[in-house]
């Protein structure tokens, strides 16, 4: 019988997380202040973030260490099985060979934890009580949720209205956990009620709740906000996805040709991808894709320049690919790719041409998750099914190739509470989205270009 | 760092399931026919089930083959870890150890799959085109429906109607695994349009839902039923749970004092225990324990008789702790508990005083639950919240004795899709449930007792 899984030991967990930002070739544009357009400084964030993950944000250093307390809760879960969906490869007659990274198996079913836990830790070391975030498919305020209950913090979770509606066990699974989950935008901050003002009825969007929840953790010395995804902390957390994966895939005495992830704000794709793109960097021949959707089609469609995180225009400039901070997506069902901007450190790569990105509409990436669901059990969660359509196109590509690919892909979630879109998509009622060109130009106004050199 | 989790290479995957009939001291009731109060013979079951299971059924050889390809199919979730749950023993500050095998890592989210994968095997390689089976909270249609897919059987499933309104999600994944679902009773079967005639609004129950699936099996020659509980085959095939778990608590050089799980039909339970109960009847000090809801306490309050598997009367009369096969049990959230009887070999270890029996409310379980969950992170479906219970029960005996006693405990699945029973219990809707003794006097009038030796 041929071996499926890879397993690793908790004692091969790795002691440090990876960042890309020692080994880029050309250095990253800062984030500015839109004040005075000068790079932001670490006391700028003091009022959001915490110091130590302000730091953390800011270094160049290539490993920094996990602390064992977020060693012991990674442990519950960590290190992750990689699996061959050998299955897939079977119903697909392919000779490629497709592994992917679990991450569903962490008790909230994503990769999210993976920083959740780490941030939590952080904040609870410096001295903080609460945390407050926004939340789109609810994967990441589940996260965080789980993350505060284990180290005593309190939570509270800005949730996008649209997915508030869409997956009530997301918000159960925070009640679960003990956290306030409340939907977005709402009557608690000065940026919902703007909104709301204008449109009553708005699906929300994460840049709408991010405003939110950074005013929520501002007006409270005691609070701190927390981003699930973007920033370069985040996905500094996240690498311990791929670290682990090298490991395993060496185990096999094997190396990946495509390595991929689905991207929204970019926090999975990276997790697994950079320590692959560290060895890109230094010569290794390996192709990293990200998959998006067409309705924000950041990476694709959306202009690389300075723009803000958030729709209230209250966090720095970003340098990244964005369809503008008012860009209000199509309410697709995967919530947790529709953010209007793409982490930097993710948008500085495709500028490199380290990376690459690819589109795929809802109903191509509903088709491929049905068939990986029926091939090998697992139903994914509507983000991951972008990832699956990538690699359901790298792998048929490879049969007509003839070539014994190696494909790699982070499974970055279940679908479990996401149930309801695979029924909307298997009775029909899932729609073709592709986003009007005059988006694009509307984001080009609402951004700003790049200063010279 | 202490290990949290132990892990087995596939290579490692037991290659047999274990028969308990082979090692009991005393042997069985065999199941009668009802017409004729003889033993039943394998012929008057080949319209319900495949005759490689029936013969699996009669079996007393003590190891069976587990075929390759069911094996292979094994191999995407097995081996299941064992964790041990550090986080709950700090929250109970207990000096027990506990451990938990984590059967929610499979597709479905149970331990249910191991079975419907031996199944729909079986069926298939004796020439069935379609399978029919009932459910109760869902973890059984979710696991035959995914396991029929991966044999290329169509299948149909009877979902006891209160929990087909109450867990949607189940439905879906069902749908998403190519699976027919229909709520019961139903106005399929005679059965079903028995009971609608009697009480339009019945909120229907194992018993009634398994009538519906016999019925409708029987009636196509290319069809054949299949059970997720109870018979001798469905506990055989679970017990590569326990199996498992013993070579993984070798590794760790400990043998547990204390072995539960939760008991709906018996078979979670008895998939952990019997391999343990071997040990117990071979002179090993071990306490082996099922933890069953007080509103339907089957094996701490129903009488050991001859009683039917269903409530239309069409099975053999199995021997079995039973509330009477017209019992309705109270609609509590615990679906998958909500069985009016006990696998036969279950309720003869409780005569033979091998194993105990310890009944829950629900109130109690769901405090055990969220408990669980706000220390291991880990949400439980609630009829695992049951062993929960017991655990905690135990853990804190360990505390007030000051022993260092270990104890396993089947994790049989997670409660993603069971997040609207949490929410019922944290806004204090769940009410508690006493079976009156008038049930009881019930079960004793529908019921046969054993005919004098």
Redesign the interface.
Known sequence: ?E???V?L???EMPRQWYNILADLPTPMRPPLHPATGEPVKPEDLAPVFPMNLIEQEMSTDRWIEIP?PV??KY???RPTPL?RAR?LEKALGTPAKIFYKNEG?????SHK?NTAVAQAYYNKIFGIKRLATETGAGQWGSALS?AC??FGLECRVYMVKVSYNQK??RR??M????AECIPSPSNRTEAGRKILAQDPDSPGSLGIAISEAIEDAVGDPEARYSLGSVLNHVLLHQTIIGLEAQKQMEKLGLYPDVVLGCAGGGSNFAGLCLPFVRDKIHGKDVTVVAAEPTSCPTLTRGPFRYDFGDTAMTTPLLPMHTLGHDFVPAPIHAGGLRYHGMAPIVSHLLEERLIEARAFDQIETFTAG?QW??A????PAPETTHAIAAVVQEALRAKEEGKEKVILFNWSG?G??D??S??AF?SGKLTRYELPDEEIQRALASTEAFPKP
């Open positions: 019988m071996q499926i899984k397993f030991d908790e004692s064992e060693l012991e442990a519950i879960w699996y299955n198996v962490s008790p909230p079913g934890p789980m209950q284990m009530p066990y159960l699974m009640q679960t956990w003990g049905v669901a029926r090998e059990g697992f139903i279940h479990y509470v149930l309801a695979y029924d298997l």
